[in-house]
């Protein structure tokens, strides 16, 4: 695989990324000492300091990279309030800022022994010392102009291609996008005309049939019919035109976009040097596999990720992988694999980055969010909602500050960048198996393919790739869930939440959702009820401006045919705000199907217990008395059970994480078509008011696992289930 070295394209990509990161740097810092709330102001310049790092570490410029973690250094003592923002120390950041700008690759490049005495005053400055001497650095060389080539010189190598700015690119796709728009709005001013054409040849043709018309107003009469005819026939060659017309535009649109588009390559070549410098640091021996390198994403898109798979791949090996002495005695093999790759799916690309390490220490996570007031002391949250946790800013499970890792800056990063460009991110992770993070990202944000909702008189655009699935209202399974409305797919509860609701928009009298967008939010999924679909299209999209700037609930806005405005939903912002909340305006659930009648099969019971051996235990003696029995780990599983089969009765614990037994009985009773099904609690629980608490939720029966009785389980579950 090419190193950043051997490309001068990608060296001259990178070395752009960091300059602008450099001039981010230098501005924030002429700001810091005058501004009233300077520890946010740091916090940007820290990011900017840590992404001039990692930049510095892809290009194995070790001068760069000491001296921005240095300054990185600096700032977080800045953050955490060791020293008062001084003039001395502004003075030190910005001469290290010119040191890092002047040792960049380049014909007059500082070395990195002249970098020295910058990383020796930003150290000096951590150490307390006040006020620092600030070095200066070497004088730029005196330039030598160079002789112009001579004509016939033809030594240089010729390469058959331009350098275009991106910003061109994406200005022609608003032209285009502008162009397409004109177009459509005189394609639909041709089919108004050639309507006015046809009612006036209607009209023409009724007064022909009056008799007695004198002979001049039948020659007129005759004259306008064939203006008319006339004129439809321009109409129609001109909306052949403007057919011909977009469809050129489609094409030059679609030449515009393959502009822009880059191979992932150009962020993979770096990360071999990232994942050597991050493994011999850590003594790790660890391999980078890499696959789908040819895959294409908009160059937008793929800047915008590449500071997160930097990210991805030094958490991995720094925090995923294991050390060889760990590895081999955990039976795996000494050297440990990062797998870095990519893929098209739809109209999405998903980014992969995976390792073989011993997964995330759920524990180590729950112990720090308790310990930084993330959750309850007492919070059993685990799996997917506890490994979004990792992705909450300045949120380290690292005790150790390195130049790697411990300093809170990386996952809250990628989070941000990816949903910065509509994307989504999600963390799946096994014990002794490893961990991967899987971005899903748009191919391009020039041009979006969406469908259009409408909600009361106002049209909604919801981007394709977000979208799981749109249903109808009509014969969807709707059930209420804790007092809030879930519609079932596929065996799956999703929450059905309101779009105009959560928008503000009025409905007109009458209007009921008959439609569903069901949309991918977090790890989960979120369903839209909206009045209809009116189709799906591609639009050029752009954002509302600096006069508007920031709408809520609001990513773009494009112009229909007829002139009117489509806003671009953030479905993501719109579900953060509203879910939980009740949908209205949709109808109560129907009435469950009954059970099958006595003797037609055998009956059903449900079992929920978080404990495996208590559970099986309790599987065995059941079935063993003549019952088809499923099991469920917790109260949530249980209810997605019942949702998915009805149950003659239900045999559950109390203490389980997300919904306990007590939650679980009160669902079971408000819930349509669940309300007379048996409810036994078994559980170590006896004291009265556990008891009275289990009787006031609706149980049907309350036994103590201290006291337990195999037969009197039997007993009690024929007695309720009547068989």
């Not at 001296?67 to 003039?87: K, N, Q, T, Y």
């Not at 023409?204 to 019919?225: S, T, Y």
């Not at 009435?591 to 495996?612: F, N, T, Y």
């Amino acid at each position: 695989m090419p190193t950043w070295a051997d490309d001068p394209e990608l060296l001259a990509t990178f070395r752009a990324e960091v300059e602008e990161r450099l001039a981010s740097l230098q501005s924030g810092l002429l700001e810091l000492e005058t501004h009233p709330s300077p520890r946010q102001v740091i916090t940007s310049l820290f990011r900017d300091a840590h992404t001039v790092k990692g930049s510095a570490r892809m290009l194995g410029l070790d001068g760069v990279l000491h001296v921005s973690h240095g300054i990185e250094d600096l700032l977080g003592a800045l953050r955490d309030g060791r020293f008062p923002v001084r003039r001395d120390l502004v003075d030190l950041l910005l001469a290290a800022c010119d040191g890092i700008n002047r040792a960049l690759p380049g014909e007059h490049s500082l070395p990195d022994e002249a970098l020295t005495p910058l990383i020796d005053a930003l150290k000096r400055a951590c150490d307390g010392e006040s006020p620092v001497a600030v070095p200066a650095l070497a004088p730029l060389p005196v330039a030598v102009p160079l002789q112009p080539a001579a004509a016939d010189d033809h030594t240089g190598p010729r390469h058959d291609s331009v350098r275009v700015a991106a910003s061109k690119v994406y200005d022609l796709l608003d032209a285009v996008g502008e162009a397409d728009l004109g177009a459509r709005r005189v394609e639909q001013s041709t089919g108004q005309l050639l309507a006015l054409a046809a009612e006036q040849a209607r009209w023409v043709n009724q007064l022909r049939k009056i008799d007695g018309l004198p002979p001049e107003l039948g020659l007129a009469l005759h004259r306008l019919g064939g203006t008319g005819d006339e004129m439809a026939g321009l109409v129609r060659g001109l909306r052949e035109l403007v057919e011909a017309h977009r469809g050129g535009m489609g094409l030059v649109r679609d030449g515009a976009m393959g502009l822009a588009m880059v191979p992932v390559r150009r962020v993979f070549a770096g990360l071999p040097r990232i994942l050597r410098d991050v493994a011999q640091s850590t003594g790790k021996d660890v391999r980078l596999v890499t696959s789908g390198e040819d895959v294409e994403l908009d160059k937008q898109v793929l800047d915008g990720v590449a500071d997160a798979l930097k990210h991805l791949v030094i958490n991995a090996v720094d925090h995923g992988c294991e050390d060889a002495v760990t590895r081999v005695a955990a039976g795996k093999p000494e050297q440990a694999v990062v797998t870095v790759s990519a893929r098209s799916v739809g109209g999405t690309v998903v980014l992969e980055v995976a390792d073989d390490g011993a997964g995330v220490d759920e524990h180590a996570v729950r112990a720090k969010a308790c310990a930084v007031g993330l959750i309850a002391a007492d919070s059993n949250l685990s799996g997917a909602a506890l490994l979004n946790l990792l992705f909450t800013p300045a949120f380290s499970t690292s005790d150790v500050v390195t130049e790697t890792s411990g300093r809170g800056v990386g996952l809250d990063v990628v989070r941000d960048a990816v949903e910065e460009l509509g994307g989504a991110v999600e963390v799946r992770s096994e014990p002794g198996v490893g961990t991967a993070f899987v971005l899903t990202l748009p191919i391009t944000l020039g041009v979006l393919r969406c469908l259009v909702a409408r909600v009361g008189d106002e049209r909604y655009a919801v981007p394709v790739p977000g979208v799981v699935e749109s249903i109808s209202l009509r014969d969807a399974e709707l059930h209420t869930l804790a007092g809030a409305t879930v519609v079932v797919r596929h065996g799956v509860s999703v929450p059905l939440l309101d779009l105009g609701a959560a928008l503000g928009t009025p409905r007109n009298a009458g209007d009921t959702p008959r439609a569903a967008l069901i949309v991918r939010h977090a790890s989960s999924q979120v369903a839209w009820a909206v009045d209809r679909l009116e189709g799906e299209s591609e639009l050029v999209v752009k954002d509302l401006g600096s006069f508007l700037g920031r709408v809520p609930n609001i990513a773009g806005a494009t112009i229909d045919g007829d002139g009117s405005v489509v806003c671009l939903l953030d479905v993501r912002e719109l579900a953060d705000k509203a879910i939980g909340t009740p949908m209205a305006g949709v109808p109560a659930p129907a009435q469950r199907k009954p059970a099958a009648a006595a003797g037609a099969r055998k009956p059903r019971v449900l079992v929920v217990e978080d404990s495996v051996g208590v559970r099986e235990l309790e599987r065995v003696i059941l079935e063993g008395a003549g019952y088809q029995v499923e099991t469920a780990v917790d109260g949530l599983d249980g209810a997605s059970r019942l949702r998915e089969d009805a149950a003659d009765l239900v045999l559950s614990d109390i203490e389980m994480p997300g919904m306990d037994g007590f939650e679980l009985t009160r669902t079971i009773r408000r819930t349509k078509g669940w309300e007379n099904v048996p409810v036994i609690i078994m559980t170590s629980r006896g004291e009265d008011h556990a008891r009275q608490a289990g009787l006031d939720a609706g149980a049907s029966a309350y036994l103590l696992k201290n006291e337990f009785d195999q037969e009197q389980l039997v007993q009690t579950v024929r007695r309720l289930v009547g068989r």
